[in-house]
């Protein structure tokens, strides 16, 4: 048998236990840096599968090898991610969520149990491959300054430094048995804006004795687009949106401030910075000229997530080799943001997604609501690609 029938016979065999892996992981999720119950099954997991993890690593994220025959020839890096949100479910399943509150609505324990199912079988072929595998359980994804970077202070990337990386997500708008890629700029870099503009306020009807933060503020929104549609090249994605402005006054009151908070989105961390600077100096300069003062602040968020062109173009040709070319698609880009893209501004990397709808079945809730669920054939999927990658990656 080639390993190709290989990898299906034992995804197919690994099946049932990877679906009863998800639903526990399903029924009992935990928030952001507590993943520690979480922890534990996976080292439980790992270890009857004859594979010693790392635990502790960023206190709640794991990490464990698999060493295939000559196991410094290449390393292979694979990564999920352990946590949930803070969403109450609204799905009624056998699986759902036993704890208030708390759902995996985005997909992170389909991620979990795939990178389980795909050491289990992994584990199965150490004889047929060369080089090793490195898997990468990590915490809090959702939550600043992610898990990710905490991985990565923890030495997650270091001895052995792995040669490539992969991550795969959900994506319920693509049907389960369906894979995406997208070759470079994937997803964004988000941050958060904060500005306070102060005036003074005063009786509404005697303008000229105040300074009026509300005009200052809307001239401030309005000469921040200029970011978007003068400073950034055409080619380059930037996304500037405010979602909040208070000005607590009322019709015959200016008050003293107001406060604005917004994200600004991009896909190259040199753009990022230089567009950090500039709308300090728009925002600032331009409360100044009319009399008042402004504070911008910028709580960093992740950085934007680059696939290497290469070996995403191979990836997906892996992809294409086990599903057929009609089961894989290419991506859009995305203005979210998702920690892997840490590791893809260290290694050379590859995050692709993972379709898990099922349109027939009523299955098509987006991530994040409390309705989200899955196809559970996608795991089947999950497995047998990350593997098949894996696989096809060492013998590269
Ligand atoms: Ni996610």
Redesign the pocket.
Known sequence: MDLKEKIKSLTQENVSEIVNIRRHLHSHPELSFQEYQTAQYVADKLKSFGIVPTEGVADTGLVAMIEGKNPQKKVIALRA?MDALPIQEENDVPYKSTKPGVMHA???DVHTASLLGTARVLSQLKEDFEGSVKLIFQPG??KIPGGASLMIKAGALESPAPNHIFGQ?VLPHLPAGKVGFREGMYMASADEIYITVTGKGGHAAMPEKNIDPILITSHIIVALQQIVSRHASPKMPTVLSFGRVIADGATNIIPNEVKVEGTFRTMDEEWRAKAHHRMRAIAESLAEGMGGKCELEIRKGYPFLKNSPELTQRAKNYAIDLLGQESVVDLDLWMAA?DFSYYSQIADACFYRLGTGNEAQGISSS?HTPTFDIDEDALQTGVSLMSWITIQELRY
């Open positions: 991610d985005c997909g992170h994804e959702e997500h998702e991530v």
